[in-house]
C-alpha cells in the first residue's frame, strides 16, 4: 500500500484507518491559514487540535493530539476569529469510536517482574 510518497510495506488501508494515535482526514474540520504556514484543524475524543497536513494519514503518532501541544489551541482559533466551542459542538460526530479491541487488564507487579528476567 501507498500513502503520500512513500509505500507502508504490509499495510493495509483500514490498519491506517484504526489508528489510535494517528490522524485520519476523517478527524479533520477544515484547514486554515495561520503565520506559519497552513495548519489542519482536527477533532478526536479530548476536543480540538491543530495539525500539520504532513501527519494526516499516516500510520505514525501525530504529536499534535498529546496534551502539551493542546494549551493554545483556543486562544489560536481566537485569532484566526473562529469559536472553539460552537466548532466541537457541531463536529462532534467526527470523533472517532475504538471498537473492536478488547482491553487485557494487566497487573503492574507481574509485569515489573517480567522484565526483571531480562
Same mark, same amino acid.
Request: proline residues 5%.
Given at each position: 500500500? @501507498?500513502i503520500?510518497?512513500r509505500?507502508?510495506r504490509n499495510?493495509t488501508?483500514e490498519?491506517? #484507518?484504526n ?6 482526514? %476523517? #478527524?479533520?474540520i477544515?484547514?486554515?491559514q495561520?503565520k506559519?504556514?497552513?495548519a489542519?484543524?482536527a477533532?478526536?475524543?479530548?476536543g480540538?487540535y ?6 494526516? %494519514?499516516?500510520p505514525l503518532? %501525530?504529536?499534535n ?5 493542546r494549551k493554545d ?9 473562529l469559536d472553539? %466551542?460552537s ?7 467526527r470523533i472517532? @469510536? ?6 487485557k ?5 507481574k509485569?515489573?517482574k517480567r522484565?526483571?528476567?531480562?
Amino acid at each position: 500500500m @501507498k500513502i503520500g510518497n512513500r509505500p507502508i510495506r504490509n499495510t493495509t488501508r483500514e490498519e491506517v #484507518m484504526n489508528n489510535r494515535f494517528g490522524t485520519t482526514s %476523517d #478527524m479533520i474540520i477544515q484547514t486554515v491559514q495561520e503565520k506559519e504556514g497552513c495548519a489542519c484543524l482536527a477533532i478526536d475524543e479530548k476536543g480540538l487540535y491543530l495539525t500539520s497536513p504532513a501527519y494526516v %494519514d499516516r500510520p505514525l503518532a %501525530d504529536p499534535n493530539r498529546y496534551a502539551g501541544n493542546r494549551k493554545d489551541v483556543a486562544a489560536r482559533l481566537n485569532a484566526l476569529s473562529l469559536d472553539a %466551542d460552537s466548532l466541537l459542538e457541531q463536529n462532534r460526530h467526527r470523533i472517532p @469510536k475504538i471498537t473492536g479491541e478488547s482491553k487485557k487488564k494487566v497487573n503492574p507487579l507481574k509485569a515489573s517482574k517480567r522484565s526483571m528476567k531480562g
